[in-house]
């Protein structure tokens, strides 16, 4: 376009300027948007965790609860999920009848959260939720443990498992497996799939039992009865 009127010109120059300012104010304004939601909301309890050992929130999906449920249901003893979020896997063990169920999470406001889905659901003081960095949780009276967390963490915490856990212990891990364990039983695909574990009896934690005492996946209803030891391949 021709611009005759250096005047015209000069204002036009700016309200280009103008524009490209506008734009850049609107990409640092969702910029420190997306910075003010991490560090209000998920950063919360990382500070002192090394970055590498940080895993994101990410909800377990209906599928994924369901599988880890099929794996532990109508086992004994106390049931955690390291790292619990909203809360949802302890909430969920809690009602089919896995008690006591506690949820370890470092972020305050998803130990928040989780305790108010217990309250909605009529179960407040009956599961419980900590805010506790779960490297500086005992394992050694939990019989059942769920876990949820990035592969780099999960081959750090496959040392704690088999130093603190019990035997007869079982360890379920959804998204990904433990390293190096052998499972007993894998349920779901993809993204969805859930591995077990055992602690054998006089044994090493995550050796190769399932060529020893097989198991099944429980059932759903409520009486289901799991046998306790090792599983075959439930897929
Ligand atoms: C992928 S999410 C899984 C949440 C939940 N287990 C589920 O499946 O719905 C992982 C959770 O672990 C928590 N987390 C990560 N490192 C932790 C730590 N060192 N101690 C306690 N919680 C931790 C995160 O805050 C996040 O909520």
Known sequence: MEQDDPAEALTELRERQ????????????????????????????????PLRLQVPYVGANAGQVEHVLSLLRGRPGKTVDLGSGDGRIVLAAHRCGLRPAVGYELNPWLVALAR?????????????????????????????????????????????????????????????????????????EGLDRVWAYDVPEGGQAGEAVSSRIPIQAAPRPSSASVPEGPVSQAN
């Open 116 to 188: 108010l889905h217990a309250w909605r659901a009529g179960c407040a003081g009956s599961v419980c939720y900590r805010r506790k960095d779960l490297w500086k949780v005992s394992l050694r009276d939990c019989r059942n443990v769920s876990v949820f967390l990035a592969p780099s963490v999960l081959s750090l915490l496959e040392d704690k498992l088999r130093a603190e856990l019990p035997a007869g212990a079982r360890v379920v891990s959804g998204r990904f497996p433990l390293p190096t364990w052998q499972p007993v039983a894998v349920l779901g």
């Open 18 to 49: 103008l524009g490209a300012l506008e734009l850049l104010q609107a990409a640092a304004g969702s910029g420190l948007a997306a910075y003010t939601v991490w560090a209000l909301l998920l950063q919360p309890g990382f500070r002192r965790v």
